[in-house]
């Protein structure tokens, strides 16, 4: 492993970063962070993916992200667009409706993708695999960590030998799950947003097409009994079904008790039984993600119900917007406290999709005592339902305001390339042709020293834009958030000093 600019080589157990779990969240921050020149160590417990029934739904956000980490191609191909969910009442009747465009939208990607998270996981490790200063650990598990003014050291338990490792970064991110260690550690208590409840999840093999079941995915807001059932992609299917106060778990994973259940939508002649397993679903969120050098990503920092399918798409932001804090600060180009905007950024925007999939889950149980569908929407008429795009929470900004903390688009650019793939995972400044035009010399050299990539482009989407915000140019984040925006030369010098 080669030595890199921040003087941590990954030789002799040393590290930029260590991130503990690798689930799709450490696995995406590993690749983020390699990409940026870091050496990244891996610890996992498991020897493999973790193979029980979970995410099926990921966002546009999501796939731009994969773009950034130049494997969209890759999962392309394991995805299912999805034209969105409808809401039901216990009668059938459709009560909210959810669609979605089937078009690509302003992100540069559709809106809903299903998918099987085994399938994305593979395709994260083995993108993660050909990075040579990733160091992935199998089957260890760690167990101490300790930091101190420069550093932290990890002590973890190779599982298979017994055989006791060290090593030690500039960081630690705990990826590591619900059951976080190093949430723990950093001491945090977690919010209780306030649902608890478990399901029985089931995945189902069609052995032939069954048109009836269509592509929507439907929950069914029957009071008796919730359910939600999911299109996947090819040929499989995932149940969602509430389990009753009385019901046991380790019964309610049998074959003739799953087939029962499913028993108004499919029978055993249709399909296979390919896994079940029962999950209690949460909402809570951690009080603090950071404390010091240890930070928490993923479903360390928050949980949600999955009735939105946002649980791990809101640990890919997480990343998104903590890999390139972490680049500049091990580099010496930011300071330490920059990483505080980490929770104050991420924490208020993840919640708004937890406080969103907790109201949803109140709708799904309690339809038959009147619940309001979410935002106050008629409840006696189908009611539509947007996806939000909450903006981030307080945090870094600069220039003009109005636009800071929204993604920004994608748009494709007057040669036919999109936007992404010329600006990788850094700043860009998005600019009116003619203030890139007026721009002085210093202020130009200035932004390209810090590796800003400008692109001045008149091509209608991005100038459409631009013009509908009353700006000319805006300064975007490498995670695609607008830092802030430009009316005049003056604003871009604001922006430029906020790089
Ligand atoms: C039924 C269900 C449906 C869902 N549907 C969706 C959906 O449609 N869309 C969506 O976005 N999300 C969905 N989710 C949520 C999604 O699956 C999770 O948010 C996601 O898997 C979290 O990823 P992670 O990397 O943060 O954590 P995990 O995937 O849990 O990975 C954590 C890893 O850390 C390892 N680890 C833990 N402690 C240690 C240690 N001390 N040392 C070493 N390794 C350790 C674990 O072994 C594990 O591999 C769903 C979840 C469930 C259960």
Redesign the pocket.
């Known amino acids: 492993m080669t030595r890199n600019d921040s003087g941590f080589g990954g030789t002799n157990g040393e590290f930029d970063v260590c991130i503990?779990?690798?689930?799709?969240?450490?696995?995406t921050l590993a690749i983020l962070l390699a990409d940026c020149g870091l050496s990244v160590l891996v610890?996992?417990?498991?020897a493999d993916i973790?193979s029980?029934?979970?995410?099926?739904?990921?966002d546009d956000e999501?796939m731009r992200l994969f773009q950034t980490l130049g494997v969209s191609a890759r999962v392309l191909p394991y995805t299912h667009v999805s034209p969105g969910m409808r809401f039901v009442d216990a009668q059938g009747r459709l009560i909210l409706d959810w669609s979605r465009p089937m078009e690509v939208g302003r992100l540069g990607w559709n809106a809903s993708y299903r998918f099987h998270?085994p399938d994305l996981?593979g395709v994260l490790r083995e993108a993660a695999a050909s990075k040579p200063n990733i160091d992935v650990r199998l089957r260890?598990?760690?167990?101490a960590i300790e930091q101190d003014r420069d550093g932290v050291d990890i002590r973890?338990e190779e599982l298979s030998s017994g055989a006791l490792g060290r090593a030690r970064a500039r960081f630690v991110v705990?990826?590591?799950?619900?059951?976080?260690?190093?949430r723990r550690l950093i001491g945090s208590a977690l919010i209780d947003l306030g649902f608890h409840e478990r399901?029985l999840?089931v995945d189902l093999l069609l052995k032939r097409d069954i048109p009836a079941l269509g592509d929507y995915s439907v929950q069914f807001c029957d009071p008796a009994r919730a359910a939600t059932y999911?299109r996947g992609v090819g040929n499989r299917r995932r149940w969602?079904i509430a389990l009753l106060p009385e019901e046991d778990s380790s019964q309610a994973t049998s074959p003739d008790n799953v087939w029962k259940l499913l028993g108004r939508w499919i029978s055993r002649d249709e399909a296979d039984l390919e896994r079940a397993?029962c999950?209690t679903?949460h909402s809570t969120i951690a009080e603090r993600w950071r404390d010091g050098r240890l930070l928490v990503?993923?479903?360390?920092a928050h949980?949600?119900p999955?009735f939105?399918?946002?649980?791990?798409?809101?640990?890919?932001r997480d990343v998104g917007n903590l890999a390139w804090k972490l680049d500049r600060v091990i580099k010496g180009r930011m300071p330490q406290d920059i990483l505080e905007t980490y929770q104050s950024e991420r924490a208020p925007h993840v919640r708004e999709y937890i406080e969103l999939a907790v109201r949803l889950g109140g709708l799904i149980n309690t339809r038959a005592a009147g619940t309001a569908v979410p935002g106050g929407l008629a409840r006696d008429q189908p009611a539509r339902m947007e996806s939000i795009k909450p903006g981030l929470g307080p945090g870094l900004s600069g220039g003009v305001a109005g636009l800071t903390g929204q993604v920004a688009p994608q748009p494709m650019l007057s040669d036919g390339s999109r936007l992404d793939d010329l600006v990788g995972y850094r700043f860009a400044a998005l600019l009116d042709p003619w203030l890139a035009a007026s721009l002085p010399g210093a202020l130009l050299e200035r932004l390209r020293h810090k590796q800003v990539v400008i692109i001045a482009d008149a091509s209608p989407p991005l100038q459409n834009w631009l013009a509908e915000n009353r700006v000319s140019g805006v300064m975007v984040r490498p995670d695609r958030y607008v830092l802030g925006a430009a009316r005049n030369i003056q604003d871009m010098e604001s922006l430029a000093d906020a790089v």
């Open positions: 503990v779990g690798y689930g799709p969240v450490g696995a610890l996992e417990r498991e973790y029980l029934p979970r995410a099926v739904h990921f999501v998270q996981e260890a598990d760690a167990f973890f705990g990826c590591d799950g619900a059951r976080s260690l190093v399901w999840v999911v969602e397993a999950y679903f990503a993923g479903d360390s949980q949600t999955p939105l399918g946002q649980g791990l798409c809101a640990g890919m």
